[in-house]
Every structure is written in C-alpha cells, then in structure tokens.
T-cell receptor
Framework: SQQGEEDPQALSIQEGENATMNCSYKTSINNLQWYRQNSGRGLVHLILIRSNEREKHSGRLRVTLDTSKKSSSLLITASRAADTASYFCASDMVDYKLSFGAGTTVTVRA | ETGVTQSPTHLIKTRGQQVTLRCSSQSGHNTVSWYQQALGQGPQFIFQYYREEENGRGNFPPRFSGLQFPNYSSELNVNALELDDSALYLC???????????FGPGTRLTVL
C-alpha cells in the first residue's frame, strides 16, 4: 500500500504558468521528499523538507509542509517544457525507507 | 562522483523463470534500496540493504530476495516469475548522513 497520495493526478499548463500539486500522507514522518521522473526512467531528487520545517525553496521550486494536516505541496514557478514529467512525493518513514504516492503527471504546453 | 547504475536496461522473461537484476551504488554510499514501479503507479519499497545485511522489507513475497556485496553493489533476485512482476525496478543508494536517495535509471522487466 502507498503512504501518500498526490492531487491532481494530471495537470496541463501553458509554458510560463505556475504548477501546483499536493500530497497527503497517512502516518508521522521524519522528512518528505519530492522526486521527478521523466518518461518512466529513474527518479531525480528535487527537494527534501524535514518534519520541523514549514517551507523550503530551491530555484523555481517551493515546497510547503503541514504536519498537522499531513500534507505537502510543490509549486513550480514559471514552468518550462522541460518540466514535463511525473512528480512524486515520498514520505520518509524510518531508515531511509521511502513510501511514494501515485504521482502527478505534469504537461507543459509550449 | 559515479552515479547509480543498473543492469540490464531491459529484460524479457517468461512466467516461472528466475531473474537477477544488478545495481552499483553511488560512490561512498553503503545503503541500497530496491523499488518496484508498476505502470502508472509510484514506486513500492521492496527491501533495503545496509552493509550487506537486509535492513527492512516491504510487502513482497520471499521469492523476491537480494544481496549486497562488500563494495555495496547489490542484486535483486526474483524466482518463479509471475505476469504481475512486469514493472520498472529501481535501485537507490544513500549515504549515512542524509535521507536523500539517488536513483538509478531502472531495469524494465517484462514477463510473458
């Protein structure tokens, strides 16, 4: 079973627009991470936010974490065609074992 | 710094056969985790190896087994293949101090 769920399942936006996706998880976590996957290949680590952090930025990415609601959001600003991919949140249970959601597929139209 | 590599890239097997997938961890990493990703789904944790010992297992039957070698590379073995084993198999390595996992490109297994 999967710990997290992403919402929406799919997102289509115009280049230059912002993309926001949400993630909910079920149990307490140490950290929450976001990954990107292009065309069914390996996952690329985007950002890690610790359970005692509320917001984190990395370049065009902004992640928030609300442990009281067991939810996180990923915002990609000024999207580009290269941002077209599937995005997964992964909750870190213990000892680096990650539990992934089913992902959000983002399509950026030129 | 060498990234995580996996072999083979693609593999086709028939039901009932056995398969071995290989993973070389990133330099300096002593922990390797394996994940199964079915089409359209997120990765599911299979098991993790730390310093050659299994360090946790997900909800997978015993026919999924693994090894980690002294150089921290790892193998995933699947016996008595079933059609539902068709998936992308991902390995990820991590160091001691961080939770960030570095993923390899995956092995696409098709069971006919």
């Amino acid at each position: 079973s999967q710990q997290g769920e992403e919402d929406p399942q799919a997102l289509s936006i115009q280049e230059g627009e912002n993309a926001t996706m949400n993630c909910s998880y079920k149990t307490s976590i140490n950290n929450l991470q976001w990954y990107r996957q292009n065309s069914g290949r390996g996952l690329v680590h985007l950002i890690l936010i610790r359970s005692n952090e509320r917001e984190k930025h990395s370049g065009r990415l902004r992640v928030t974490l609300d442990t009281s609601k067991k939810s996180s959001s990923l915002l990609i600003t000024a999207s580009r065609a290269a941002d077209t991919a599937s995005y997964f949140c992964a909750s870190d249970m213990v000892d680096y074992k990650l539990s992934f959601g089913a992902g959000t597929t983002v399509t950026v139209r030129a | 710094e060498t990234g995580v590599t996996q072999s083979p890239t693609h593999l086709i097997k028939t039901r009932g056969q056995q398969v071995t997938l290989r993973c070389s961890s990133q330099s300096g990493h002593n922990t390797v985790s394996w994940y199964q990703q079915a089409l359209g789904q997120g990765p599911q944790f299979i098991f993790q190896y730390y310093r050659e010992e299994e360090n946790g297992r997900g909800n997978f039957p015993p026919r999924f087994s693994g090894l980690q070698f002294p150089n921290y590379s790892s193998e995933l073995n699947v016996n008595a293949l079933e059609l539902d084993d068709s998936a992308l198999y991902l390995c990820a390595s991590s160091g001691v101090a961080y939770n960030e996992q570095f993923f390899g490109p995956g092995t696409r297994l098709t069971v006919l």
